[in-house]
Structure formats: structure tokens, C-alpha cells
């Protein structure tokens, strides 16, 4: 008999557990799954237990996962699944399967959002998808006992007869205020075994958070196949409990808001600046913004609140190519947005993509010059990847040579060449691009500020110091030499 009221959450890793250990990218960064958290807390409120086992924090999950499975014999096992996570998803429920036959898996995240269907015909150890937020409908099919029905909206199932049923999107989202806190708690050695990226913190412990879920505007390359255009928010009352409790309970003292429009509403954002100035936690926090939704007076009271980095989507230098893919394309306003970071005495951080369509190598010197132009304390610079539920998948391969191999598309390999373009010259230059940026003495007297600034980052870059070394050397992904990790791998902010 299985547990019907006990679930076990599974963040998969995207690559076998044994190559993990040293792998750099582990190194740089590892963050906690916060959407299972928050399904766990919804779910333990509503009386359900659940467990959660996050791959990239512990390389030995495989294990953990079956003693799991052995002495809480769960009814379902979900996992939260990236594209470059989907494959070990899979294997993953196989295991499962194999040691519980009558398990039910349930399979969410911008992956399977995205392509449904498909992937109930293409892989039949997934039962179950639920397409978009998961909380309510993750709930709904715990209570109808693992059966699939059109009245559990959100749900991708198969009918008795085998035909596949996606039952609609839920019509309205979820209050964000109403959710409890996620369940932080139930994530082994958390806050501890999670980093932020290496020199992105003042101090430690520090965690990442979202206060919002979805994005108003449609970039060609990103994947909304979750949230959509929707945009709610918590309220700036919320957010403050939410900081003091993971001040009071675990000690946090900085916080990276991995919102994808932080800034979007801004009296909320004054609101919540106004509580972290009146009545100070403590803490210090980064965010992501968008160049239209910043100004200068909201800076200063952001840092006044203790904003200690934001970045920006800049995307790329070259600005017929920008006009391709945003929306608002002025490198000059963007470059101002910048600036009035600096000069708000908030660090900088723009966000930087290579090898989108349309690009060529004149277009990524020209995204060169512009950034060494800006006063751009850190970058990060992904390989552009046409994800499944990205605007710009559907016609992707007009556009370049694109080799679909999901356990590759983590924005860490170059999937997609596009057209006039090849393998070698994309990673020329994108070795280049970062070796130029290091190189630059105000940069790198910036990295010399940070042992004041973020001791702990140095501690851990002098700890692994031969590994980041072998990385620069070009080895890449340490454990897998074929592979190709960034080290600066944190997900465009
Ligand atoms: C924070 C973040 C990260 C963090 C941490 C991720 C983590 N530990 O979970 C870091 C920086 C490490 C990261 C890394 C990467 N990320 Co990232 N990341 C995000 C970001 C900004 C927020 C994720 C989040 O916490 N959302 C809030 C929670 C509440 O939502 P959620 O996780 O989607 O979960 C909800 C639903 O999806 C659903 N659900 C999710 N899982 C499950 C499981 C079950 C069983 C059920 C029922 C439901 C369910 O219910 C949840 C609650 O409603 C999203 C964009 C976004 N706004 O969502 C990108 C995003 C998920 N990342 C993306 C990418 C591309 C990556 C990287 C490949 C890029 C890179 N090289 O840096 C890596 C891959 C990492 C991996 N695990 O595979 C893409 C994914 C696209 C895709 N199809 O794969 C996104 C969507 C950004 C984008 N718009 O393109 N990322």
C-alpha cells in the first residue's frame, strides 16, 4: 500500500550524479528550488506530508531518493524540470517505478508547461503534467486520488482509452498573498548548502526569494510557458514578513530577488522600501529590473532600503539586433539606466546574450565596445537557447542550424548556430568576450573591492582556486571534460 496523502518532491539535476561533485557550476552557484517549497508549504497546510529532495544540493540524491521511496512509500512523486533537467526527470521517475510500480509521477516546471502534450506521448513513465502554477492543481489531483480529470484545470492526463486530455489553463492565478512562506525548511542543510553566485553577495547566509510571478512583456527569447503575461505581486507587507522570517528563522542576511520585473509596480516597491528603511532587518538585497521601470529617485530609496545589486537585461550591444528581439531597443537609454544604478551607489550587473538569431561576428564586437563602455561591475553573457516555450522556437530553425538536445539546452552550450555563423568562432568569441571583460583594470580592481565588500566570495574563490583555475585554462565543466559549464551560469541575473 502506498501513502496516499504523502508526496515526494524531486528537483532533478540535469546530469548524472557522480559527474557532479566537482563540477563548476556547482561551485559558482546552487540555489533552492523554490517553486517545490512553496508547493510544499501549500500542500502541508492542507494536511498533506511531503518530502523534498534537491539534486543539486546533495550529488548523492539517487540514494536519498530511495530510502525515501522505501520508508514513506509516497503515492506520488513530482518533479520540477527545466529543459536541461527534463531528461534526469525522466530517469529519475524510471527509478521510481521500477521500486514503487504503482507510484504516480507528476511532472511541472517551464518544460513540460510548454509542451504538454507531446510529452505524454513521448514518454510513458510521465502520468501527469501540470501545466503552469502548481499549487492548486497539484492539490486538487492529490485529493481525486491520482485520477486525471478535465475538472482539475491545468492538468495534462491520459484518459482510460489512452487518449491524452490537457484540461485548460486555471483561470485565475493564485493570490500571492495567500500562500504561506515557502517551505524552506524542508530543503536539507538550507540555508547552508545553497550559494549565490560567487561575488553577487556582501555576506552570508544569504538566499534567493520571489515576490512576484510573471512578466507583462513578450522577448523573443524567453520562456513564459509558466506564469504567461500575467503579473501578480506580494504585497510590500508580505515581502517584510517574508525577509523577517527568513531573518528570524534561518539567519539570512542578504537576500537576491529572482523576480523577473522586481521593479515593475512601483508603489509596491516604495512601499516596501519605506518598511526596510523605518523599521531595518538587517538586510541587504539584489534584483533584477527592467530599464523602463527605474528611476533615479526610486534608486536612492532602494539603496537607502538596502538594494546592494540590480541587474539588467541589456541582452546585446548591437542594435539592429536588439530591435529584433525587444521591445523598447535604445542602447543610449539603457546605457543611461546604468549609470543612474552607479550613481545611486547600487552595484551593476547587465545581462548579456550571444548567438541570437541574426547574429554575426561584427554584432557580438559591437555588444564588446558597449559594455567595456558601460560601468558594468559584473556580467553574465548566456548562450542564447531556443527554449520549447520561447516566441521564437516556432521558427528557429529558418533562422540557424539548431540541434535539439534538451539535456544540452542550458544556455551553457551553443545548440543554436545561426545562419553565416559557426561552432568554433561562437565559442572564439565568447571566451573572448569574458577574458576582455576581466581584464579591464577597473574591473578588476572592483574583484579586489570585494574582499571588503564580499569576503566570503573570495573564500570560496581561493578554496577552489585550481578548479576555477583549470576552468579558465579551458577545461570547462571540471568533472565532465566534453561538457561545457560557465562558471558564471545564474540564470540571466
Ligand atoms: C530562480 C531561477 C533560477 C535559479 C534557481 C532555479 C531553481 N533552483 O529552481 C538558477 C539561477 C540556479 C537558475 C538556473 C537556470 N535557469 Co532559471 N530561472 C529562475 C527563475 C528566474 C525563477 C524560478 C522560480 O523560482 N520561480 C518561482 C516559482 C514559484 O515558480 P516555478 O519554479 O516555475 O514553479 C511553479 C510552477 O512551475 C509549478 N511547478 C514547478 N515544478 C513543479 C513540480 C510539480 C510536481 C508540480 C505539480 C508543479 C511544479 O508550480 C510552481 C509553483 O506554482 C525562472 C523564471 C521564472 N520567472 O520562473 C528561470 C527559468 C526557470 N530558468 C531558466 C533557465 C534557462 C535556467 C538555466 C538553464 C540557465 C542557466 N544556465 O543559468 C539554469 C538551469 C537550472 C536547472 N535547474 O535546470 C528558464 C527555463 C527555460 C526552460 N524551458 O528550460 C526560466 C523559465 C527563465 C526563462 N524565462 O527563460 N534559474
Known amino acids: 500500500m502506498l501513502n496516499a496523502k504523502t508526496v515526494l518532491l524531486v528537483h ?42 534537491d539534486c543539486y544540493a546533495h550529488p548523492q540524491s539517487d540514494r536519498i531518493i530511495l530510502d525515501l521511496l522505501r520508508s514513506e512509500r509516497p503515492a ?32 511541472g516546471g517551464p518544460h513540460v508547461s510548454a509542451l504538454k502534450e507531446k510529452i505524454l506521448r513521448d514518454f510513458p513513465v510521465v502520468d501527469f503534467i501540470v501545466a503552469g502554477e502548481g499549487e492548486e492543481t497539484f492539490h486538487e489531483l492529490i485529493m481525486a486520488e491520482g485520477e486525471g480529470s478535465v475538472s482539475i484545470p491545468g492538468l495534462v492526463y491520459r484518459e482510460p482509452d489512452d487518449e491524452i486530455v490537457f484540461s485548460g489553463y486555471r483561470e485565475k492565478g493564485i493570490v ?3 500562500l504561506p512562506f515557502p517551505a524552506y525548511e524542508k530543503l536539507a542543510g538550507y540555508p547552508d548548502v545553497y550559494r549565490l553566485p560567487i561575488f553577487n553577495y556582501p555576506r552570508v547566509p544569504n538566499t534567493s526569494c520571489i515576490s512576484s510571478r510573471g512578466c ?12 504567461r503575461s500575467s503579473f501578480r505581486y506580494n504585497s510590500a507587507e508580505y515581502l517584510y514578513a517574508h525577509l523577517s522570517y527568513l531573518k528570524e528563522r534561518f539567519g539570512i542576511r542578504h537576500v537576491n530577488f529572482y523576480d523577473d520585473q522586481f521593479t515593475f509596480n512601483r508603489d509596491r516597491v516604495e512601499s516596501f522600501c519605506r518598511l526596510m528603511s523605518d523599521k531595518p532587518l538587517g538586510m541587504t538585497f539584489n534584483c533584477a529590473v527592467r530599464a523602463e521601470h527605474i528611476d533615479p529617485d526610486l534608486l536612492q530609496q532602494m539603496k537607502g532600503a538596502g538594494c546592494w545589486m540590480a541587474s539588467l537585461g541589456i541582452e546585446t550591444g548591437d542594435p539592429e539586433l536588439l530591435a529584433q528581439h525587444r521591445q523598447n531597443a535604445d542602447l543610449e537609454m539603457l546605457a543611461a539606466k546604468l549609470r543612474m544604478i552607479k550613481g545611486a551607489g547600487i ?26 563602455s558601460l560601468p558594468i561591475d559584473d556580467f553574465n553573457l548566456a548562450k542564447f537557447t531556443p527554449f520549447p516555450g520561447a516566441p521564437l522556437y516556432q521558427t528557429i530553425r529558418d533562422k540557424g542550424v539548431f540541434e535539439e538536445d534538451w539535456a544540452k539546452m542550458d544556455c551553457m552550450h ?76 545564474d540564470c540571466r541575473l
Open 347 to 372: 552595484r551593476t550587473k547587465g545581462l548579456l546574450m550571444m548567438g541570437l538569431p541574426g547574429e554575426s561576428e561584427a554584432s557580438i564586437r559591437r555588444s564588446m565596445e558597449y559594455v567595456f
Open 414 to 489: 551553443f545548440q543554436f548556430i545561426p545562419q553565416g555563423m559557426n561552432r568554433e568562432q561562437l565559442e572564439k568569441l565568447f571566451t573572448e568576450f569574458y577574458k576582455r571583460h576581466f581584464m579591464r583594470p577597473q574591473v578588476l580592481l572592483g574583484y579586489l573591492a570585494m574582499l571588503w565588500r564580499s569576503p566570503d566570495s573570495w573564500r570560496r574563490f581561493v578554496l577552489n582556486l585550481g578548479d576555477f583555475l583549470r576552468f579558465a585554462r579551458g577545461s570547462r565543466r571540471i568533472a565532465d571534460p566534453g561538457g561545457n559549464a560557465d562558471v558564471r551560469s
Open 216 to 227: 507583462p512583456y513578450s522577448c523573443s527569447y524567453c520562456d513564459r510557458s509558466v506564469f
Open 12 to 53: 532533478p539535476l540535469g546530469y548524472q550524479a557522480d559527474a557532479a561533485g566537482r563540477d563548476i557550476s556547482r561551485l559558482a552557484n546552487i540555489m533552492p528550488p523554490l517553486g517545490l517549497a512553496s508547493i510544499a508549504a501549500y500542500l502541508e497546510r492542507l494536511g498533506v506530508v511531503v518530502h523534498i529532495v
Open 176 to 178: 500571492l498573498d495567500s
Open 76 to 107: 506520488m512523486i513530482g518533479f520540477s524540470c527545466t529543459t536541461s533537467s527534463f531528461l534526469d526527470g525522466v530517469r529519475l521517475a524510471t527509478m521510481a517505478r521500477q521500486e514503487l510500480p504503482r507510484i504516480r509521477t507528476v511532472f
